[in-house]
């Protein structure tokens, strides 16, 4: 039995999320498929891949990461190319590599980056559209940045919380572990590209159901004037959802990266 860890992108448009679902493409299932159909049916039912954490329907990610067990002894290499050969065209597998049995991409993680891309420009091409956030209110940028400082550290989150969250969904929690809406926000910034791209990306050991998308929103809500400069620290002090601002499009979000500890790696790949 050989444990993997598998680093992904993909397209999250046409799917309903990570987790797989009966009868609805998700980023899992078709992963699970895959692996099925490379294995053949002697290997029994194919397993289930474990991810970092589940992205929402229409999100997108640069770097999930999952792990699966697998019996077949296949070298890294070729299970890269299979992989690739056999996911459809919206999901592709950078890289794979061969991991201790106590690795999970849950569990464990140390912290997650998160990326959410607005489009400030007037006129958007069909081939960024479905990947950003069109807003043509003028933004200020300064009470951006504020509002994004304001989240960082260590904060009870729930006024950003969907109200279905799952807070367990901690990147280093085990499922067994009590519910809390605390997380830590290690990096939380606004930035500006050369074209009209704005973007905000934040780092943090996890995050709540919705929680970039809902901090995101209300954001741009400051931005724009709708609540006062400098109301995100009483906004998460509120503790109530309704104090925040709308939840941000799925579109413009991706999973940037997921960062863990050093692991032993076993001495050579036997296959």
């Known amino acids: ?37 490379i294995l053949g049916s002697g290997w029994g039912e194919p397993p289930l891949p474990q991810g970092s954490g589940r992205t929402d329907a229409g999100v997108h990610a640069l770097g999930q990461v999952a792990s699966v067990a697998l019996e077949a002894p296949v070298p890294a290499d070729n299970l890269l190319r299979a992989l690739n050969r056999t996911l459809p065209a919206a999901i592709r597998v950078l890289s794979v590599e061969p991991v201790p049995p106590e690795f ?14 607005i489009f400030r420009g007037n006129l958007c091409s069909p081939f960024l559209a479905p990947y950003v956030h069109p807003c043509r209110w003028k933004l200020d940028l300064a009470s951006l940045q504020d509002a994004a400082q304001a989240v960082s550290g260590e904060h009870d989150f729930t006024s950003f919380a969907a109200s279905d969250s799952d807070t367990t969904n901690r990147v280093n929690d085990d499922e067994s572990e009590p519910k809390s809406p605390i997380r830590t926000v290690y990096r939380s910034e606004w930035s500006t590209d050369e074209g009209d791209l704005l973007l905000y990306r934040v780092r943090g050991n996890g995050f709540l159901h919705h929680m970039v998308r809902n901090l995101v929103g209300t954001m741009l809500e400051i931005g724009r004037g709708q609540f006062p400069a400098g109301s995100m620290a009483r906004i998460l002090e509120s503790r109530n959802r309704s104090a925040a601002g709308p939840t941000a499009p799925a579109k413009g979000l991706f999973l940037h990266s997921v960062e863990y500890p050093d692991f032993d790696l076993p001495a050579a790949n036997p296959f």
């Open 1 to 37: 039995m050989q444990n993997w860890k598998l680093t992904l992108t993909y397209d999250g448009t046409a799917f309903y999320g990570w987790q797989v679902q009966p009868s609805l493409p998700t980023i899992q299932g078709e992963l699970q498929s895959a692996i099925g159909r």
């Open 104 to 117: 999970h991409a849950r569990h464990s993680a140390r912290a997650k980056t998160y990326e959410y891309r």
